[in-house]
């Protein structure tokens, strides 16, 4: 057996696997001593999805040597979703399938095809002059507001305030949160930075919000986008979107 | 600036602002030192809608003269859609837009058009012979009921019952109250009245039924509709609608 | 009047009509002093559904003779939906309608045409290797499991063991329950067994699980299934279903 892991917080790989599976058809994922985890590109190549299950999660990791294997994203969700929170997830590769057992008051097992994927991902080298945590409620109003207008989105930060912002055809809708009002957990800026964003991708990464109350974001201006949320010690996903070069 | 108002109950206007557009694609609101105001005919010219947020609703309401615009109702329910209850909503006139500023944790604001809208609307002179208020889940379960029935439905009234029936296709519907049940507040009628209406038009109107839990209900003999939601002091909204004439 | 019936339990009239009506377009039902009942095949001869309101169910129950009246199930459900828990069910023959009078706060009364149904079915006599009391929910999660997998399932017995299966395409699902476990109230096998079914007609028996939180479930090898649901001395629901014969 390649590796085999426990987790009694199966929601912590359901709630990852489903905010990729927004964006992914198909991925890699990895399993080794350090955890679970995933690197990879939407199909249209305007954003990376990467998370990480951290070894402190797992009940039980056995994985002496590194296993890198595809599967669709569209199989592993529909079984994830099938598992409960109070219910135990087991997870290891068998007869080349990979096998899923879900254990709560019955035992139940699923097994779904390894699909060979080839392209390997890296997480690009980026540096970002404005960073900010923010409460994932608020990001989820700002995104949620801009919908009404166009279908895409403004991030805009300077040293003391952060913007989500879209204009459209005679409609803007702004939202703007002060450094030390109680939805910005923290906001680092060097000076005003601006980027635009496709709002079809926001509304995907903002589904792992499930995660965290807090989002990291990062920008830069006409620069991409870093957005992650973790659970501390346990896990984390993260976000790299290009951005859409426009005049505003 | 023409006028600005500030409501700290912003489900008042959300709430007229929603049902009144199921009926309405466009319309023309009026602010003055009143309050603010909708009376506009559905584009079939079947039903007329009104509503009016009074003055003592507002926290601030700035309206030294009257102003009178016109708004696409979809693009003002969208933008109301995004008000939570616990919110601050504040709207003016700036730069010939309409600007919605929502304070919560995070201030958000929205511009939209105005757009031009000639008609002019009067309430008609009506008697009614029948008034009765009701509360309005029984009035939503009578439509609900003669929904499967049939697209009509006959609001008939005596001294001492309110029915609400549908008949088509050999099937039958009908809710019957007497006068001093639990859920006839009042019951003032001369005669025996009778008269059909659209049932989808009922059903678009009672979506006000939000802002009240009793509703004033007004009929006569194959005479219009008047039917009116109130909040005390604060807002109502009504309704006029069209009978339909039919062999019953 | 040919019978006259009155339930202050609707939901054991309703719920048993609701499940019925997703496999009938049209049925017989039946009531004697007995209470009432209802025995018919699907239209595709694949699945047989009766269900039985006994009399200890009724506050009243008027039924001098065994009558006999055929009605379309969609519109019998549209009114029983239309049924509250808390409200007084009453149903009679009157001038050849089927008439259903509802009372809660108000008085609510619908009347449906009868309707000529030919065929009268009975229930057919088998013997059942094995016998399973399961709690619904393992018997809906089962089901769920499968449904991404396939659109058949295998249900499967041994002395010691129930397990629901399915397979496809390289996938598969297994849901497991051990006798003496906390999701099997019962288990009864004389020999291992297995037979498979549709999922489709599956889906729509298991609504019945409303009545109860425990399925009994009685299969044999390549054999039809019966599965029933019991509200003890009120009523009872039950299913007979042909098997698939597939190589498995």
């Given at each position: 057996?390649?590796?085999?892991?426990?987790?009694?917080?199966?929601?912590?790989?359901?709630?990852?696997?489903?905010?990729?599976?927004?964006?992914?058809?198909?991925?890699?994922l990895t399993v080794d001593s350090?955890?679970?985890?995933?690197?990879?590109?939407?199909?249209?190549?305007?954003?990376?999805?990467?998370?990480?299950?951290?070894?402190?999660?797992?009940?039980?990791?056995?994985?002496?040597?590194?296993?890198?294997?595809?599967?669709?994203?569209?199989?592993?969700?529909?079984?994830?979703?099938?598992?409960?929170?109070?219910?135990?997830?087991?997870?290891?590769?068998?007869?080349?399938?990979?096998?899923?057992?879900?254990?709560?008051?019955?035992?139940?097992?699923?097994?779904?095809?390894?699909?060979?994927?080839?392209?390997?991902?890296?997480?690009?080298?980026?540096?970002?002059?404005?960073?900010?945590?923010?409460?994932?409620?608020?990001?989820?109003?700002?995104?949620?507001?801009?919908?009404?207008?166009?279908?895409?989105?403004?991030?805009?930060?300077?040293?003391?305030?952060?913007?989500?912002?879209?204009?459209?055809?005679?409609?803007?809708?702004?939202?703007?949160?002060?450094?030390?009002?109680?939805?910005?957990?923290?906001?680092?800026?060097?000076?005003?930075?601006?980027?635009?964003?496709?709002?079809?991708?926001?509304?995907?990464?903002?589904?792992?919000?499930?995660?965290?109350?807090?989002?990291?974001?990062?920008?830069?201006?006409?620069?991409?986008?870093?957005?992650?949320?973790?659970?501390?010690?346990?896990?984390?996903?993260?976000f790299v979107l290009a951005p859409?070069?426009?005049?505003?």
């Open positions: 057996m390649a590796f085999k892991f426990i987790l009694d917080e199966p929601d912590l790989l359901k709630d990852c696997v489903i905010a990729s599976s927004s964006l992914l058809n198909e991925a890699v350090n955890g679970v985890s995933l690197v990879s590109m939407d199909s249209a190549n305007v954003a990376l999805v990467e998370f990480n299950i951290l070894a402190g999660a797992f009940r039980e990791l056995e994985a002496s040597e590194k296993t890198e294997f595809g599967v669709n994203m569209s199989d592993l969700v529909s079984v994830m979703r099938r598992v409960k929170s109070t219910e135990t997830l087991e997870m290891s590769m068998d007869d080349g399938m990979l096998s899923i057992k879900i254990s709560g008051n019955a035992k139940r097992a699923f097994q779904i095809p390894l699909i060979d994927v080839k392209k390997e991902t890296k997480i690009p080298q980026l540096e970002f002059p404005a960073s900010i945590e923010i409460k994932t409620e608020f990001l989820e109003d700002g995104i949620s507001d801009a919908e009404i207008i166009s279908d895409a989105v403004i991030f805009e930060a300077d040293p003391d305030s952060f913007k989500i912002r879209s204009r459209g055809d005679n409609r803007t809708a702004e939202l703007q949160m002060q450094k030390g009002e109680d939805g910005i957990v923290s906001l680092e800026a060097k000076d005003h930075v601006k980027s635009t964003f496709s709002l079809d991708y926001l509304k995907k990464m903002i589904k792992a919000s499930k995660i965290s109350d807090v989002a990291s974001i990062k920008i830069g201006n006409d620069y991409p986008l870093r957005m992650t949320f973790t659970v501390l010690d346990k896990a984390h996903i993260g859409r070069i426009e005049n505003d």
